[in-house]
Nanobody, 115 residues
Framework: QVQLVESGGGLVQPGGSLRLSCVAS????????MGWYRQAPGKQRELVAA???????AYAGSVKGRFTISRDNAKNTVYLQMNSLKPEDTAVYYC?????????WGQGTQVTVSS
């Protein structure tokens, strides 16, 4: 089992920045990929960014160049640095962890971009 706890969401003006954190606990040695997904009202959940156990990264086209995913293995934490935020980035952001057997989700953190 893997437990994920997100933090760092909030209200920010367009053009602003936020950093989300996701702390993993439990069977973390079995995780081969972690990522951030988001779900806006009335829309499907979508992948925002992902990072593998060897720190390869991937990004959705809509956030490339603005968001950066990183990890601190000593703290069992994955971060999502979000810069130049836009109103369309407003969503609940979920941390995700993949093992060979399962996918795990955090509880989500709300990000609202509005003036």
């Amino acid at each position: 089992q893997v437990q994920l706890v997100e933090s760092g969401g909030g209200l920010v003006q367009p053009g602003g920045s936020l950093r989300l954190s996701c702390v993993a606990s439990g069977s973390i040695i079995s995780i081969y990929r972690m990522g951030w997904y988001r779900q806006a009202p009335g829309k499907q959940r979508e992948l925002v960014a992902a990072i593998t156990s060897i720190s390869s990264t991937a990004y959705a086209g809509s956030v490339k160049g603005r968001f950066t995913i990183s990890r601190d293995n000593a703290k069992n934490t994955v971060y999502l640095q979000m810069n130049s935020l836009k109103p369309e980035d407003t969503a609940v952001y979920y941390c995700n962890a993949h093992t060979i057997a399962n996918a795990y989700w955090g509880q989500g953190t709300q990000v609202t971009v509005s003036s």
